[in-house]
Nanobody, 115 residues
């Protein structure tokens, strides 16, 4: 199982970024996928998740209405569109899959929101 995140960077408050997570090594379309983040000095928190067929999505309250999770099963990719970013969104963002009770993580992509 391999998960590779990309798309992070430095953005001003109010700006947008789209994160991608490309998966390989397992039947991607059979698994729900989660996006987590970890801010400096804080624990990892669940930001969004998406079901196998995209029929169900869930969001952390603080990102509802600003973030959108989606996936392209043909491309083995999950996206996190982040709009109206706030300094509090600064964190390393990780995608996650739980396969047979084991959690798999990418290395993360850093998002910095600052003027």
């Amino acid at each position: 199982v391999q998960l590779v995140e990309s798309g992070g960077g430095l953005v001003q408050p109010g700006g947008s970024l789209r994160l991608s997570c490309v998966a390989s090594g397992f039947p991607f379309k059979q698994f729900n996928v989660r996006w987590y983040r970890q801010a400096p000095g804080k624990g990892r928190e669940l930001v969004a998740d998406i079901s196998r067929t995209s029929s169900s999505t869930n969001y952390l309250d603080s990102v509802k209405g600003r973030f959108t999770v989606s996936r392209d099963n043909a491309e083995n990719t999950v996206y996190l569109q982040m709009n109206n970013l706030e300094p509090e969104d600064t964190a390393v963002y990780y995608c996650n899959v739980n396969k047979m009770g084991m959690d798999y993580w990418g290395k993360g992509t850093l998002v910095t929101v600052s003027s």
